[in-house]
C-alpha cells in the first residue's frame, strides 16, 4: 500500500510539484496531529482537593492533585482572592506536580492582605489555557469560601506529676494576633460523679503572668492548686467564659473532660 501511495506522489512530482508539496503537507499535519492528540485515560486529571488558610495565620494552602503516573509541570495556574473591597490575583509558572500525589502549596502571608472576620471567594485554576490534556476538563477551576478570624480555644486539663498541679492548656487557634491589651476570663470547674461542684475559680487574662495564648498559634498553660484527694473527675474549662473576643467559631471555647488524680501513696 505505501509503495503505491509512494508511486502516486512521484507521479505527482514529475507533473505538477505544487500539488505534491500540498498533498505532503496535508498529510504531515494529519499524523502530526493523531500523534500530539493524546487522549488521557480516566485516571490522568489535574485538580484542586481544597484550599484552607492555616490555622495560626493567614497562610493560603492549596492543595493540588495530580492522578498521572508522571510528574507534570503546570505551565501556569492562577489563585485569585477576593471580598467585596478587596481583589488580588496571582499568576504562578512552572509549577511541578508530583506523579500520582495530592500535595500542598503554601502561599505566605505576605501573598494576601487579609483582614479578620472578613468573607473572601478564593479561585483557583490549574491549567486555565488548558494545555495539558486531561481525561475531565471541566474541575479545573476550584471556588471556596473562607473567613480568616479570631479564634481562642480549650485545648483541655491534665494532672501534672511533678508539680502536682492541675494545668490547663488554652490556645489561640485563630489567624490573627489578639491585641497585647485584650482582657477576658477563663474558667474552671471541677465536679464529681455526682455532679457536685468541688474547686471552681477563674483566671483574669491580664494577670497571667503568662499571655503567649495571645498571638496566633500559641498556647499558655495555666496552673491550678490541687486540692482534691486521688480520684477521678469531670472538670470543664472555658476560654473566654464572657465572650469578650468575637471569634469565627465560638462552639470550641468550652470543654468538658475527666481528669485523673493519682493516690501516691
Known amino acids: 500500500m505505501l509503495i503505491y501511495f509512494y508511486n502516486f506522489l512521484k507521479s505527482l512530482t514529475m507533473k505538477n510539484k505544487y500539488v505534491s508539496f500540498i498533498i505532503l503537507f496535508t498529510l504531515l499535519i494529519t499524523i ?3 500523534v500530539l492528540a493524546y487522549v488521557p485515560p480516566s485516571a490522568d486529571d489535574l485538580f484542586v482537593s481544597e484550599t484552607i ?3 495560626g495565620s493567614t497562610q493560603l494552602i492549596i492543595n493540588i492533585c495530580n492522578t498521572y503516573t508522571t510528574e507534570i509541570v503546570l505551565l501556569q495556574f492562577n489563585v485569585i482572592v477576593k471580598s467585596n473591597n478587596y481583589y488580588k490575583r496571582l499568576l504562578f ?4 506536580t508530583a506523579a500520582n500525589k495530592c500535595s500542598d502549596m503554601y502561599l505566605g502571608e505576605d501573598s494576601f492582605a487579609l483582614s479578620p472576620n472578613v468573607i473572601y471567594d478564593v479561585i483557583v485554576t490549574v491549567d486555565p489555557l488548558n494545555k495539558i490534556k486531561e481525561a475531565d476538563e471541566t474541575n479545573n477551576t476550584f471556588k471556596e469560601t473562607l473567613t480568616p478570624g479570631y479564634g481562642l480555644t480549650t485545648l483541655g486539663a491534665m494532672y501534672n506529676d511533678f508539680s502536682q498541679k492541675i494545668v490547663i492548656n488554652i490556645e489561640n487557634n485563630g489567624n490573627f494576633d489578639l491585641a497585647p491589651e485584650t482582657n477576658g476570663v477563663t474558667t474552671y470547674e471541677i465536679t464529681n460523679t455526682g455532679g457536685t461542684t468541688l474547686q471552681s475559680g477563674y483566671y483574669v487574662w491580664q494577670d497571667l503572668p503568662d499571655q503567649e495564648f495571645l498571638k496566633a498559634g500559641y498556647n499558655t498553660f495555666i ?4 486540692t482534691l484527694p486521688a480520684g477521678t473527675y ?6 473566654d467564659t464572657e465572650n469578650d ?3 469565627i467559631h465560638e462552639d ?3 470543654l468538658i473532660e475527666q481528669l485523673s488524680i493519682p493516690d501516691y501513696l
Do not use: A, G, M, R
Request: aromatic letters at 4%; one cysteine or more; glycine letters at 0%.
Open 245 to 247: 473576643v468575637k471569634e
Open 252 to 254: 470550641d471555647n468550652c
Open 53 to 55: 488558610i492555616q490555622t
Open 93 to 96: 509558572k512552572n509549577y511541578h
Open 234 to 239: 469531670t472538670v470543664k474549662t472555658c476560654v
Open 223 to 226: 496552673e491550678i492548686d490541687n
Open 32 to 34: 502530526n496531529s493523531n
